[in-house]
């Protein structure tokens, strides 16, 4: 009796464990197959900009050159090469030409908000000042404001000031974004308060525990806001698009969608360049993009800041 | 680490240096500075034109947003764009915080999946335009498939479900984004707490609502509002993929600006901003009292 009753006990929880087990699976198979949808697009890029001209238009023709009538999927380039990648480094300067202005416009605004952004997140954590819960209220205002609303300011002022189509127009405005001080506060308000404590009885002036506590405890936000700044200037389309005429200082993001039509070939070895520098950041700096999203995330911070 | 990283984010907000001056003005200026004259002061001109003719600088009063909100194409637009939000918004929201929960529920494979749910956020428009064009065209792959299966293909770019590729996009995109916010979320509540309700009977969906909704109230807030500034950014997608005048069913607020741009009517221009302030103010501050009354 006491003994079966020990097996039956056995039995149950051996079966628990494999429908604890048989869920995990089935889980792991749910998320995997999401996983794979989202990751289809650079998988199928890259496949397709591993492609000869002619496999390209057999393939794809129907939909991007008009020629050929129906398009195939191949998961794999029947005869792989990368001449793609050859012909796009050695005979299209425009595409480079794009290419540095991206960069240059990127890292123009992410050094303008790494100086400009960064402290303004240490004062709306780290301090009392009047006008604050007003001017918190404000700058959340302009952070949920799409471009094309504040716009026709910044056009307004670009003009006056002579900076159309220039590349300030696009770097100095994307300087300026409350989007990054937003996600950053969190990171600077969960510092501990003994940390500052301790260092402003030591003698530190403000400055001082800023440079030395905050910005090295705020690293991970730091970070993050400069990842996920790269990502969007990287990809801006708005910006450039309504403050430059010039051709020659148009940004990948403008040059690639054009290119497409004129020259299928490397077309797909050209989109592949061009995700290259935000998903290799990307990919170095996950952790703590992560981290600063989840700071961003937690509990007690933007709503808290404006009960005080 | 990661405990210690959670007891520093569940600690409560004090502002340390709290004398009551003017210092805090000191870290705060250049951005100060710099969104007075890009943003502030210029929006004051630009409330200024919105009450002026467009020839000469004749006062007209509220002509011009009489204009605007008589305007089809204002109108459209400005259902659009609604449309999307009230129906794109949610569904990225529950999406996302299903897939947080499934993702805690994993063990093994989260940096996997993390990394995988993240990537799309990392590709630009600009390279991911081609793909969905080879996906959506009138002969593209959602098409040829359809065929296969008896259907027929059309060009869903210029049809109804033009409105359905957008929310896609957005989805594709912002879903890594939404469900790291979400883990951190969930993260935070102590899991001693649903332990002591389900000791005391409670079930999963007594745990949701009154353990989990109510501590993660200020997630929800934050994540929906980074959700509604990314909302806008498809504009890109939809600009690359269908330029200036898309199918009806997507032409949102932003097609709207830009071709008043184009054409430069800063008139309508400037009355719309004014208007579409007004009303994200009032929304925000309306969503912040009701957080900070509670």
């Not at chain 1, 029947?78 to 299209?92: C, K």
């Not at chain 1, 220039?166 to 300026?176: D, E, N, S």
């Not at chain 2, 947003?65 to 259902?79: C, D, E, I, Q, W």
Request: proline share 4%; with cysteine.
């Amino acid at each position: 009796m006491y003994r079966s009753e020990g097996n039956k006990a056995r039995r149950n929880i051996k079966r628990i464990r494999y429908w604890r087990n048989f869920r995990q699976w089935m889980l792991r198979g749910i998320l995997l197959a999401v996983c794979v949808v989202m990751a289809a697009p650079l998988f199928m890029l890259t496949v397709y900009s591993l492609m000869g001209r002619q496999e390209v238009l057999e393939t794809c023709g129907a939909v991007l050159a008009d020629s050929g009538d129906q398009i195939r999927m191949r998961f794999f380039p029947i005869y792989p090469t990368l001449r793609a990648y050859i012909r796009l480094l050695l005979d299209s300067p425009e595409y480079f030409t794009a290419f540095w202005n991206s960069m240059i416009q990127t890292t123009g605004v992410l050094a303008g908000q790494f100086l400009v952004a960064v402290p303004a997140a240490w004062a709306f954590a780290q301090f009392r000042f009047p006008g604050k819960r007003i001017l918190w209220l404000l700058y959340m205002l302009l952070m949920i404001l799409p471009f094309q609303v504040t716009m026709v300011s910044g056009y307004l002022v670009l003009n006056a000031a002579g900076l159309m189509d220039t590349r300030a127009a696009v770097v100095l405005p994307g300087i300026f974004s409350t989007l990054p001080i937003f996600i950053l506060q969190k990171t600077f308000a969960g510092i501990p308060g003994e940390i500052i404590e301790a260092a402003q009885i030591d003698g530190a002036g403000s400055l001082r525990i800023f440079l030395g506590i905050g910005i090295p405890l705020g690293m991970p936000g730091i970070f993050s806001i400069l990842i996920l700044g790269f990502l969007e200037y990287w990809n801006a389309i708005e910006q450039p698009m309504t403050y430059l005429k010039t051709q020659a200082l148009q940004p990948l993001s403008l040059y690639l969608p054009q290119m497409v039509n004129q020259e299928i070939a490397a077309a797909f070895a050209a989109s592949i360049v061009t995700l290259l520098p935000a998903v290799m950041i990307f990919f170095c700096g996950q952790d703590n993009l992560e981290q600063g999203i989840m700071a961003s995330g937690s509990e007690f911070g933007q709503v808290h800041s404006l009960r005080q | 680490m990661r405990r210690q990283q959670r007891k520093i984010l569940r600690r409560k907000w004090t502002p340390i240096l709290q004398s009551r001056d003017l210092k805090g003005y000191l870290f705060l200026a250049p951005s100060l500075l710099g969104t007075g004259g890009f943003v502030l002061i210029p929006f004051l001109d630009v409330l200024r034109r919105s009450f002026l003719q467009a020839v000469g600088n004749g006062f007209v009063g509220l002509e011009n947003y009489k204009m605007v909100l008589s305007n089809t194409a204002f109108r459209l637009a400005a259902t659009n764009t609604v449309r999307f939000m009230a129906i794109c918004l949610p569904m990225l929201m529950l999406l996302s915080l299903f897939l947080a929960v499934l993702v805690r529920e994993v063990t093994g494979i989260n940096r996997w999946v993390k990394t995988g749910f993240l990537l799309p956020m990392a590709i630009p428009a600009a390279s991911v335009v081609v793909f969905f064009q080879l996906i959506f065209d009138e002969k593209g792959w959602l098409g040829r498939i359809i065929e296969i299966f008896g259907g027929a293909g059309r060009d869903w770019l210029a049809s109804d479900s033009a409105f359905w590729v957008l929310a896609a996009c957005y989805i594709w995109k912002n879903l890594g984004y939404d469900m790291i916010l979400w883990l951190a979320g969930l993260g935070a509540i102590p899991e001693e707490q649903y332990e002591a309700a389900k000791v005391q009977g409670a079930g999963g969906w007594a745990c949701f609502r009154y353990i989990t909704l109510p501590q993660l109230k200020e997630t929800i807030f934050v994540t929906g509002l980074l959700s509604f500034v990314n909302a806008f950014r498809v504009f890109r997608e939809a600009y690359l993929l269908a330029g200036d005048y898309p199918h009806e069913s997507i032409y949102m607020l932003q097609h709207l600006f830009n071709n008043w741009f184009v054409n430069l009517d800063i008139q309508k221009m400037t009355a719309a901003a004014v208007m579409l302030v007004i009303l994200a103010g009032g929304i925000l501050s309306i969503v912040l009292g009701a957080l900070t009354r509670t």
